[in-house]
């Protein structure tokens, strides 16, 4: 249960990045399946190079961010449309992935990686792995609150609310969306190198149906935590990909095949969407709107 705590953490990087795109950006980027691998891919070709793990790691994250440009460049400035430009940067990551690992599994097991200190000590599963990993995640989500309450980044959740009105105001939304693609995809390869190293390895086919893993963990935090301000709404999301995991682990710990995670993850993102539509979620959510407006009501007075 501890190592779905670990994981749920790790993944909650990828969980606000997919965040980023589908809520603020409104933009559906099927990108993440790829940028993914090549985060892990790089960071693993590196650390197995000689090169500082630290290093290898920021290397996963901006090449995740070259795969986000790439498929913002491809709608922006090509006018593909955005399904069909992740898609596009998808299948070709494939083959970038392969060509940069050489073969489709990088073993990490006997090379120093940033998270072998936790590894050598046998914490992996423990709360010191659970609270340095939560540390790690925060520090992220308190970064994107922080960003999103720019000039720069309330341009961003512009272009994703009316992207004429923002147009009319001078903004770029092309070079909005680029950046916010970019950003989006260096915190899904991020998390790959960081998922890499925990894992240790690399596997070409690790990021695979990853895109529905994010989106059950926006949308089951966002069912669990619903709230319009950022630092609850990203809160959320991380919240999510821990539920998630756990919901995971213990449907294996009930003897589940590993082969039906996919269809698990499947149907935990359609119950997710459906559950607030239920009668007793809306009338939950109608009594928490009353009295946040009866408590801003007694403010007033």
Known sequence: MMSALDLGLIYGLMALGVYLTFRILDFP????????????????????????????????????????????????????????????????????????????????????????????????????????????????????????????????????????MIRSQGVSTDATKILGLALSNALVGLCGALIAQYQGFADIGMGIGLIVAGLASVIIGQALLPSRRFIFATLAVVVGSVVYRLVIQVALGLGFDPNDMKLISAVLVILALLLPRLTVFRRMRARSRQRRLEAAAVKEA
């Open 29 to 164: 980027d099927l990108t993440v399946d790829g940028s993914f691998t090549t985060g892990a891919a790089t960071a693993a070709a590196l650390i197995l190079l000689g090169q500082p793990p630290l290093l290898a790691t920021l290397a996963g994250a901006v090449v995740g961010a070259a795969a986000g440009l790439i498929t913002g460049v491809l709608h922006t400035k090509g006018k593909i449309n955005p399904l069909l430009a992740g898609i596009l940067t998808q299948i070709a990551l494939y083959s970038i992935n392969l060509r940069i690992m050489g073969r489709a599994n990088l073993p990490l097991l006997r090379q120093d990686t940033m998270l072998s200190p936790l590894r050598d000590e046998g914490l992996f599963g423990s709360w010191v792995s659970v609270g340095v990993f939560a540390l790690v995640t925060l520090a992220f989500m308190v970064a994107l609150d922080w960003f999103l309450n720019t000039d720069l980044g309330l341009a961003l959740q512009a272009t994703g609310d009316n992207e004429r």
